[in-house]
């Protein structure tokens, strides 16, 4: 698919408007304005692809709203080199943002179709994302420590297998809650091991759920 010159003025356009909402972090809005959102929509939605909305990607799931990837990229503090674990892969856009960024990106999805779709595109561009079907509770245990962990669905609780796999100092940003509603929470993890927590506001986000699934 290509990425023509409309596309990139849209997305300038809405780089713009996410920056007015109060993203400050400079080097995020760069990556976002790189990145071809469109891509890793489905196709009936491409017109909508640089509104500052979420979108269905098919499998009951979505591409998170732009000012949502903006919000918790610029509090997970990512930068060149760092090694980030994103649990919730969808579309991989968010992926490929934290990959433009610098940092070496390992991602885990649940569902079997969404993951292989989200393979299959990733594929053919040039942004290097480590893909992986299965739970994201559980980590990655064989790459783990990880300096920064992404959670993109909404997080009833937070697995002691993630908390383990952070290194100390390290930081988690999760949208934590079961209802309609989370609260976006930032975690640093302290030397003994205990973590500190921040609170962000209010988002919304599909369910983390367990195993691997074909729903
Ligand atoms: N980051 C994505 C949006 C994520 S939507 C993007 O940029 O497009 C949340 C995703 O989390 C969905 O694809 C859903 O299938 C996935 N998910 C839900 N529970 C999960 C789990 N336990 N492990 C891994 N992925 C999970």
Redesign the pocket.
């Known amino acids: 698919m290509q990425d023509t010159f409309r596309h990139k003025g849209l997305r300038k356009q809405l780089v713009e408007e996410i920056r007015r909402k109060g993203i400050t972090d400079v080097r995020v809005l760069e990556a976002m304005e790189k990145i071809p959102r469109h891509i890793?929509m489905d196709s009936s939605f491409l017109e909508f692809a640089y509104q500052d909305k979420p979108f269905p990607?098919g499998?009951g799931?979505?591409?998170?709203q732009p000012y949502t990837?903006a919000f918790q990229t610029m509090l997970l503090e990512a930068s060149r080199g760092l090694k980030v674990l994103?649990?919730?892969?969808?579309?991989?856009?968010?992926?490929c943002v934290l990959a433009e960024m610098g940092a070496k990106v390992y991602s885990?999805?649940?569902?079997r179709k969404?993951f292989a779709k989200t393979k299959l595109l990733l594929e053919s561009l040039s942004w290097k994302v480590q893909l992986f079907l299965g739970?994201?509770?559980l980590g990655l245990p064989k790459f783990a420590p990880f300096d920064r962990i992404l959670i993109?669905?909404a997080a009833p609780s937070i697995s002691t297998a993630l908390v383990d796999q952070l290194k100390v100092g390290g930081l988690m940003v999760v949208p934590f809650g079961e209802g309609a509603d989370q609260t976006m929470k930032r975690l640093i993890k302290l030397e003994d091991g205990s973590l500190k927590e921040e609170q962000f506001g209010i988002f919304r986000?599909?369910p983390?759920?367990?195993n691997i699934g074909n729903d």
């Not at 885990?108 to 569902?111: A, G, K, M, T, Y």
Request: proline letters at 0%; aromatic letters at 10%; zero cysteines.
């Open positions: 890793f990607i499998s799931q979505t591409i998170s990837v994103e649990i919730g892969t969808g579309s991989g856009y968010q992926a885990i999805e649940r569902q969404l739970d994201g509770n993109t669905a986000f599909v983390l759920l367990g």
